[in-house]
């Protein structure tokens, strides 16, 4: 495990301005274990410029030299997988097993990544003018600024990293200040897989200023978050003329129509609502059920519930770690209070553990007997909460329950007549929307985003889609004077 955590502007790591630092504590042990450059904004200025001389030395490479220092990535981060699983779940706290299972999917989004980059190809344009052979190519926007979360430390910041080096951008790197040692690590496998110096910078640290400074540099060209939707608002406005894929908030509605076979439903529900602590963006946020099968989906949900195992990440068995932040633990508290001042009631869980190492080992939680006006109900939890509102067996009462609130990222929706299920998803005020299977299912390749007017964002991560969105059209014109048809 790392002591130190050091910047790593233009190939080189350096300690932050005046040497400042701040520790790297476990959520699941309670321990410091690293001590982390806490980065000012002259830091930030150092790696924009490092970011912006590497660009330019190294825009005009091949689309298949920079998709072979991707697969040297990949297979580096393969080979480090199981090292780097121990750290994350000690940075992190999530079980050991999910760490790694996280960390190879990340191979493959470098992988995924450099296929991309290669088919990411131009056309030709019909012209008015007959002498005229008008072509498009993409080109790499330029410098961007990428900030990341803590709940998937490793393999979101892929979802950037990996395209925006494919499709030959330059990077300045924000991670979540608690998991700055595990980005140092995914750092080392870009290093040492010949990536040139400048390409990836890394800035760590918990203070606004120069958070702000970097989305709102006037070198950088575009800005990758994804986060909150308080930060992502604040981010867009200081962004503002740049490009931007914003991956935001969620509080997905989990609608469950009368004739759901609730042998799929909870348990995809339950899976949705614990997995990773809760600590997902399409997470189960809200489950909004027909009233004629809530009370025995609300019973198989708590079944589902007292099968997770809480405990230490590194036991085997364990399915839950805990809760990463201080935050996350506090709006779980308030979540349960705020529905129990309702008239609601807790069917299982409601508390942390108090024999653990620290206090954020939350039980997973199910709350039934809800208000509609639930805190539950329209906040991101973030944490292990099944909060469950019983719905009148009516199509366009399921609806408007569901489609209530600011979020639109990502939802499900349970039920037998696909036709009847099919209109309920389209319906939906989501990016995406899973038919009978858990709100978190997604693949690399797949587009992801906040759906037009919610405060889940704007762009798409996944494939093709975050390819195109790192790059730009340039049109050329040729005069092929006489008429070359």
């Known amino acids: 495990m790392p002591d130190e955590v050091a910047l790593r502007i233009g190939g080189r790591a350096r300690a932050a301005h005046g040497e400042a630092v701040y520790d790297a504590v476990s959520p699941a042990t309670g321990e410091r274990f690293a001590s982390v450059a806490r980065a000012a904004e002259s830091d930030v200025d150092a790696a924009v410029a490092a970011a912006a001389e590497a660009f330019e030395a190294h825009r005009q490479e091949s689309a298949f030299t920079r998709a072979d220092r991707c697969h040297r990535i990949a297979a580096l981060v393969e080979e480090r997988a199981a090292t780097m699983a121990r750290l994350l779940s000690l940075e ?124 709102s540099h006037p070198a950088v060209n575009g800005v990758g978050f994804t986060g909150s939707s308080k930060a992502g608002a604040e981010i867009a406005r200081l962004a503002a003329g740049k490009a931007q894929v914003m991956e935001l908030g969620g509080n997905g509605p989990i609608v469950v129509l009368p004739d759901a076979d609730l042998d799929r439903a909870a348990p995809a529900i339950a899976s949705a609502a614990f997995a990773n602590s809760g600590q997902s963006c399409s997470a189960a946020g809200r489950v909004i059920a027909a009233e004629s099968v809530a009370a025995e989906l609300e019973e198989r949900l708590v079944d589902q519930a007292r099968r997770e195992v809480v405990g230490s990440p590194f036991e085997a068995g364990t399915t839950m770690g805990p809760v990463h932040t201080r935050g996350v633990a506090d709006t779980m508290a308030r979540h349960v209070a705020d529905a129990l001042a309702r008239g609601g009631r807790t069917a299982f869980g409601g508390a942390p553990l108090l024999d653990r190492p620290t206090d954020l080992f939350w039980r997973p939680t199910v709350l039934v007997g809800l208000d509609a006006e639930a805190a539950a109900l329209g906040e991101e939890t973030f944490g292990p909460l099944a909060p469950v509102l019983r719905v009148a067996d009516d199509t366009e009462a399921i609806l408007a329950a569901a489609n209530r609130g600011r979020y639109g990222l990502s939802s499900a929706v349970f039920g037998r007549d696909l036709d009847r299920t099919l209109a309920v998803a389209g319906r939906l005020r989501a990016g995406q929307v899973t038919v009978n299977d858990t709100s ?35 049109s050329i014109s040729v005069d092929l004077t006489p008429p070359w048809r």
Not at 179 to 207: F, Q, R, S
């Open 92 to 215: 992190h706290g999530k079980p050991v097993d999910q760490a790694e299972a996280e960390i190879r999917l990340a191979a493959d989004g470098f992988r995924l990544a450099a296929e991309e980059a290669k088919r990411l190809g131009g056309e030709t344009v019909p012209a008015r003018d007959g002498a005229k052979l008008v072509l498009t190519t993409r080109k790499p926007r330029g410098v961007f600024a990428v900030m990341t979360p803590f709940n998937f430390p490793v393999n979101i910041p892929v979802e950037y990293l990996g395209p925006l080096l494919a499709c030959g951008n330059a990077v300045v790197w924000r991670p979540a200040p608690s998991m700055a040692a595990v980005a140092g690590a995914l750092y080392d496998c870009i290093e040492d897989a010949g990536v040139p110096p400048g390409l990836v910078n890394l800035i760590t640290g918990p203070d606004l200023g120069p958070a702000q400074r970097l989305v």
């Open 440 to 474: 978190n299912y997604w693949e690399l390749h797949l587009p992801f985003g906040g759906a037009p007017g919610t405060d889940s964002g704007h762009g798409r991560l996944g494939g093709r889609y975050i390819a195109e969105a790192v790059t730009e059209i340039q």
